[in-house]
């Protein structure tokens, strides 16, 4: 049996980001019910050398959309980076969800073999397969922002659990 691209990326994203977007409602209700300014929550790290959970989010989706936009050959949206509130991250959310939607099955099916190239700030290249990308860097990333949303959240007193991480599976 084989899973195409597709199915191992987009359903996956889409899934995981809608959940998160579900945790941050979670938040913002804990944040009202506590008289906790929401910002001490996007500003909370856990620890003082990782991104807090703000910027966890916004990598959680530059890496879905890039993953996405790289194996599809679609224009990569892009974004300020200047979200500062709760429901500002959920319209960036929205807005890579509504992306990862726009492509079909088609535009990523048969991209295992593709050579994809990073080219970082620093002039340093890393090159990858469509696969490799995806299965080695992409998704490994993107689950990382996530968790590690997801454990700020509940850090600080969120009642978020193991469903609200999974969410519901998705059928694009």
Known sequence: MTISMYAASAPI????????????????????????EP????????????FP???QVREATNHARTAIA??????????????????????RIAKSIDFIKSVKPAQVDGTEDKEIVFKFPSGAERKFTGMGMLLNFSLP????????AYAIMRHCGVEVGKGDFMGKPVTL
């Not at 892009?78 to 979200?83: I, K, P, R, V």
């Open 39 to 50: 910002s001490v929550l996007l500003n909370t790290r856990l620890s003082v050398d990782q």
């Open 141 to 148: 990333n993107f689950y990382f922002h996530n968790t590690t």
């Open 53 to 55: 959970l703000l910027r």
């Open 13 to 36: 994203f889409v899934q995981f980001l809608t959940a998160l977007s579900a945790q941050l409602d979670k938040a913002a209700a804990f944040a009202e019910a506590k008289k906790v």
């Open 70 to 91: 790289r194996l599809s050959d679609a224009e990569n949206p892009t974004f300020a980076n200047d979200e500062t509130t709760i429901a500002e991250l959920q319209a």
